[in-house]
């Protein structure tokens, strides 16, 4: 993982666990939006680790 994404990646999940604690649920819009937006860059993040790790083969 280069290290843009893994800045992004723990940027939205402090964002995520903020949203979640100002609000006193994980169930607000707004935070189903920032676990849906981290559950996207996490899988689009794995496919490329993925995909890398299979070139090297």
């Known amino acids: 993982m280069d290290n ?3 800045q ?3 940027r939205l999940r402090g964002q995520l666990v903020a949203a979640a604690m100002r609000k006193e649920t994980f169930l607000h819009r707004d935070v189903i939006q920032l676990s849906q937006t981290l559950d996207q860059l996490i899988v689009k ?3 490329e ?3 890398s ?3 090297q083969r």
Do not use: G, I, N
Request: net charge positive; hydrophobic share 25%.
């Open 4 to 6: 843009h994404s893994y």
């Open 8 to 10: 992004r990646l723990e």
């Open 53 to 55: 790790s299979s070139a």
């Open 45 to 47: 993040v794995q496919a």
């Open 49 to 51: 680790k993925c995909k």
